[in-house]
């Protein structure tokens, strides 16, 4: 028998408790089967091998007792949010991955197929294979107040691997089970809320969450007595199913190009749905979790979360917390777009006093104004109330006169890429604030060093780089210049941390780390254009990594004459390395945003205009070609940077692609995808990771 407790000795136990429980108008006991792993709401309960032995012995005792109904509910605030993760990177070999896999199954299955009626009562989060616990069940109600509720397993490269494929396509449908398994998963891993969960038909029926549980017992004797029918849609297995399908192949092939044989499989495995047949359709999902947890990429995805999840919430080289000064009052310099959106940030999250300053009135009540309708929009949404909305357009001002910033403890600054600005902006602020009141730039390749060098007190600069769209992506670089304080640091990552977001320590080297990396890697695909290679071949190199967009694509996005000035500040600083394009110079100077454009028929095409511009040369690559040249420089620029001391370690380099790139869970950033293509030791001799940190053991 598998020794599990050796497997998963690290393993938060969530144990079952069932009690039986008389309940007016119902002809025999509720059998109540409470999920608690002893912690508050902080720490979720998770399925574990230990977790599923304790909910399987909870269900012998319900059976036992042949009540008149069978009920799952969770701790205050939590259901459960899916399988225990922490033991699968010892797990060598099949047979025991077969074992999990199995186990799941074969717990979860006894409440679907009981003779007496079950029922979920999710009162609080459901992810995972918490979720597919509550479809196992019978009916399901949720609490109006219940939090994240999803399958995120294909973010992680995973699938939900005990009878969510199978499940759910039944139950709403096999168009809105894709969205739910596939689309949402691979769009920053979207979650449900309640409301929307009853929508799709997830659960039957929503109820308040100060008396949920009374009144999901109460909603149960109605059912179970025959007073309330649930009525559930009929399902097309023939073309809607096809369509689905279809569908949910494209979605897959745009978002990992192949790169992810787990999520690819999840395809397979919602089609295999149609036939209804639970005994074919978890063998099937068994075996191909067993594949799964036996993969490379579900060991890099492990180790994605829990970079994301343990290391980013206790940043590598962050000062003592306690050194953190108290921030009553912002300011930002500018009223453009992204100044605009750094002051929605903090006023939200903070909610103190926010203050923006520009050149002129006209930019200053433009700004408030996007401000103001941002917020309008949060209420249109209904993520923010009347009272809500007044108080936080109350919080926000602008003032044309930086002595607004006088009683700010924390000012940044979103101007113009160009340090003379940044100083001048500095030197005046300076003038207004307390010694100790912190500036910040969000600068994306600038030296924090050189811009506090003509300050009075240097050492309350730190570099505040966010990446775009600042209320979607969560990295936050944080960068210490030569003089920066242990009091400024300490204040920026308490800063970061009311804001929401996940904050690295990174040193003043030119572009940080998330811009340093993908400038390297665009240079090297720009000068393969440069060379010769087809625009069609070099953007298509890297499909098999599976990365959010092409290199174009991210030019675009990134825009040109902001991607070129960076490798502008990155030739100056490495000129050996950062070549300069003079075509993506012309192609900036022309005004040109975009390489492709659609042809009459709608195909992708190059822009004509781009292609006359750009003057190529006769030595073209094959894709492999610029994808190993791609990869090599890669490899080469992570080195030199870690030993450098751009940041503590590789760990770091992966968490900022991961955070700030949106590079996939499945390739672990780029560290591990780079030791498992044997990319590191061909370039430097040696892996970044230890064998088994983010692959199967060695």
Same mark, same amino acid.
């Given at each position: 028998?598998?020794?599990?407790?050796?497997?998963?000795?690290?393993?938060?136990?969530?144990?079952?408790?069932?009690?039986?429980?008389?309940?007016?108008?119902?002809?025999?006991?509720?059998?109540?089967?409470?999920?608690?792993?002893?912690?508050?709401?902080?720490?979720?309960?998770?399925?574990?091998?230990?977790?599923?032995?304790?909910?399987?012995?909870?269900?012998?005792?319900? !059976?036992?007792?042949?009540?008149?109904?069978?009920?799952?509910?969770?701790?205050?605030?939590?259901?459960?949010?899916?399988?225990?993760?922490?033991?699968?990177?010892?797990?060598?070999?099949?047979?025991?991955?077969?074992?999990?896999?199995?186990?799941?199954?074969?717990?979860?299955?006894?409440?679907?197929?009981?003779?007496?009626?079950? $029922?979920?009562?999710?009162?609080?989060?459901?992810?995972?294979?918490?979720?597919?616990?509550?479809?196992?069940?019978?009916?399901?109600?949720?609490?109006?107040?219940?939090?994240?509720?999803? !399958?995120?397993?294909?973010?992680?490269?995973?699938?939900?691997?005990?009878?969510?494929?199978?499940?759910?396509?039944?139950?709403?449908?096999?168009?809105?089970?894709?969205?739910?398994?596939?689309?949402?998963?691979?769009?920053?891993?979207?979650?449900?809320?309640?409301?929307?969960?009853?929508?799709?038909?997830? $659960?039957?029926?929503?109820?308040?969450?100060?008396?949920?549980?009374?009144?999901?017992?109460?909603?149960?004797?109605?059912?179970?007595?025959?007073?309330?029918?649930?009525?559930?849609?009929?399902?097309?297995?023939?073309?809607?199913?096809?369509?689905?399908?279809?569908?949910?192949?494209?979605?897959?092939?745009?978002?990992?190009?192949?790169?992810?044989? %787990?999520?690819?499989?999840?395809?397979?495995?919602?089609?295999?749905?149609?036939?209804?047949?639970?005994?074919?359709?978890?063998?099937?999902?068994?075996?191909?979790?067993?594949?799964?947890?036996?993969?490379?990429?579900?060991?890099?995805?492990?180790?994605?979360?829990?970079?994301?999840?343990?290391?980013?919430?206790?940043?590598?080289?962050?000062?003592?917390?306690?050194?953190?000064?108290?921030?009553?009052?912002?300011?930002?310099?500018?009223?453009?777009?992204?100044?605009?959106?750094?002051?929605?940030?903090?006023?939200?999250?903070?909610?103190?006093?926010?203050?923006?300053?520009?050149?002129?009135?006209?930019?200053?009540?433009?700004?408030?104004?996007?401000?103001?309708?941002?917020?309008?929009?949060?209420?249109?949404?209904?993520?923010?109330?009347?009272?809500?909305?007044?108080?936080?357009?109350?919080?926000?001002?602008?003032?044309?006169?930086?002595?607004?910033?006088?009683?700010?403890? !924390?000012?940044?600054?979103?101007? $113009?890429?160009?340090?003379?600005?940044?100083?001048?902006?500095?030197?005046?602020?300076?003038?207004?604030?307390?010694?100790?009141?912190?500036?910040?730039?969000?600068?994306?390749?600038?030296?924090?060093?050189?811009?506090?060098?003509?300050?009075?007190?240097?050492?309350?600069?730190?570099?505040?780089?966010?990446? &775009?769209?600042?209320?979607?992506?969560?990295?936050?670089?944080?960068?210490?210049?030569?003089?920066?304080?242990?009091?400024?640091?300490?204040?920026?990552?308490?800063?970061?941390?009311?804001?929401?977001?996940?904050?690295?320590?990174?040193?003043?080297?030119?572009?940080?780390?998330?811009?340093?990396?993908?400038?390297?890697?665009?240079?090297?695909?720009?000068?393969?254009?440069?060379?010769?290679?087809?625009?069609?071949?070099?953007?298509?190199?890297?499909?098999?990594?599976?990365?959010?967009?092409?290199?174009?694509?991210?030019?675009?996005?990134?825009?040109?004459?902001?991607?070129?000035?960076?490798?502008?500040?990155?030739?100056?600083?490495?000129?050996?390395?950062?070549?300069?394009?003079?075509?993506?110079?012309? $192609?900036?100077?022309?005004?040109?945003?975009?390489?492709?454009?659609?042809?009459?028929?709608?195909?992708?095409?190059?822009?004509?205009?781009?292609?006359?511009?750009?003057?190529?040369?006769?030595?073209?690559?094959?894709?492999?070609?610029?994808?190993?040249?791609?990869?090599?420089?890669? %490899?080469?620029?992570?080195?030199?940077?870690?030993?450098?001391?751009?940041?503590?370690?590789?760990?770091?380099?992966?968490?900022?692609?991961?955070?700030?790139?949106?590079?996939?869970?499945?390739?672990?950033?780029?560290?591990?995808?780079?030791?498992?293509?044997?990319?590191?030791?061909?370039? &430097?001799?040696?892996?970044?990771?230890?064998?088994?940190?983010?692959?199967?053991?060695?």
């Amino acid at each position: 028998m598998t020794d599990f407790a050796a497997l998963f000795p690290d393993e938060v136990v969530t144990k079952a408790y069932t009690r039986l429980v008389d309940v007016p108008g119902l002809n025999g006991e509720l059998a109540l089967i409470t999920i608690d792993n002893g912690h508050d709401h902080t720490r979720p309960s998770t399925f574990g091998p230990a977790g599923l032995t304790s909910l399987n012995s909870a269900l012998d005792e319900a !059976f036992a007792a042949e009540p008149a109904a069978i009920a799952v509910t969770g701790k205050p605030f939590v259901f459960a949010v899916g399988a225990d993760l922490s033991g699968v990177g010892q797990v060598s070999q099949r047979e025991h991955a077969e074992a999990i896999a199995q186990t799941g199954h074969d717990v979860f299955r006894r409440l679907t197929e009981s003779k007496v009626p079950t $029922f979920a009562f999710v009162n609080g989060a459901a992810l995972g294979g918490g979720l597919e616990l509550a479809l196992s069940c019978h009916y399901r109600t949720v609490a109006s107040n219940a939090g994240a509720i999803a !399958f995120p397993e294909c973010y992680l490269g995973l699938f939900p691997g005990w009878g969510g494929t199978q499940l759910l396509p039944n139950l709403i449908g096999p168009d809105a089970a894709v969205t739910v398994i596939i689309e949402n998963a691979l769009a920053q891993n979207r979650m449900l809320n309640p409301t929307k969960g009853l929508k799709l038909g997830i $659960f039957d029926e929503l109820l308040e969450g100060a008396d949920f549980l009374e009144e999901s017992v109460r909603w149960l004797v109605r059912v179970v007595n025959g007073e309330k029918t649930v009525e559930r849609p009929e399902i097309d297995r023939g073309k809607a199913w096809d369509d689905a399908v279809a569908r949910a192949k494209e979605i897959v092939e745009s978002k990992t190009h192949g790169a992810s044989p %787990a999520v690819t499989k999840t395809v397979e495995l919602i089609d295999l749905a149609r036939n209804n047949d639970l005994d074919a359709g978890y063998a099937a999902e068994t075996q191909a979790l067993t594949d799964a947890l036996m993969s490379d990429e579900l060991r890099a995805g492990l180790y994605s979360f829990d970079l994301t999840q343990k290391r980013a919430k206790k940043p590598a080289g962050a000062p003592d917390k306690s050194l953190a000064r108290p921030v009553s009052k912002v300011g930002v310099v500018g009223a453009g777009l992204m100044a605009g959106q750094l002051a929605l940030l903090f006023v939200r999250r903070l909610e103190v006093p926010v203050v923006i300053t520009d050149i002129d009135q006209e930019r200053i009540d433009k700004g408030v104004a996007y401000i103001h309708g941002e917020i309008d929009k949060l209420a249109d949404k209904g993520r923010l109330s009347p009272d809500g909305v007044n108080k936080l357009k109350g919080l926000v001002s602008g003032e044309l006169d930086k002595k607004a910033f006088a009683d700010a403890d !924390f000012v940044i600054e979103a101007v $113009f890429e160009k340090m003379s600005l940044k100083q001048q902006v500095f030197a005046e602020v300076e003038e207004h604030v307390s010694p100790e009141a912190i500036l910040a730039t969000n600068t994306s390749s600038l030296s924090i060093t050189e811009m506090a060098s003509k300050l009075k007190n240097p050492e309350r600069v730190v570099g505040f780089h966010f990446f &775009n769209p600042v209320a979607v992506l969560p990295l936050l670089e944080i960068v210490r210049g030569e003089k920066t304080d242990d009091a400024a640091l300490a204040t920026a990552f308490q800063v970061g941390k009311q804001l929401k977001k996940s904050c690295v320590l990174v040193s003043d080297a030119p572009a940080f780390v998330v811009n340093r990396l993908l400038t390297r890697f665009m240079g090297e695909v720009i000068a393969s254009v440069d060379e010769g290679t087809p625009f069609e071949v070099a953007d298509n190199a890297l499909e098999p990594l599976g990365l959010p967009m092409s290199p174009m694509v991210l030019l675009q996005l990134v825009g040109p004459a902001v991607a070129q000035h960076v490798n502008g500040t990155m030739h100056e600083a490495y000129p050996d390395r950062f070549g300069l394009s003079d075509n993506l110079q012309k $192609f900036v100077d022309a005004g040109k945003t975009a390489v492709w454009t659609f042809d009459e028929s709608g195909n992708t095409v190059v822009d004509p205009e781009v292609a006359e511009l750009w003057e190529q040369g006769d030595d073209p690559s094959t894709t492999e070609q610029v994808r190993e040249r791609a990869l090599n420089a890669l %490899a080469e620029e992570i080195r030199i940077m870690l030993d450098e001391g751009v940041v503590a370690e590789a760990q770091d380099i992966d968490l900022c692609m991961l955070l700030g790139a949106g590079w996939p869970f499945w390739l672990g950033g780029i560290t591990p995808y780079l030791d498992r293509a044997g990319v590191s030791e061909k370039v &430097n001799g040696k892996r970044f990771l230890e064998p088994g940190a983010a692959s199967l053991p060695a």
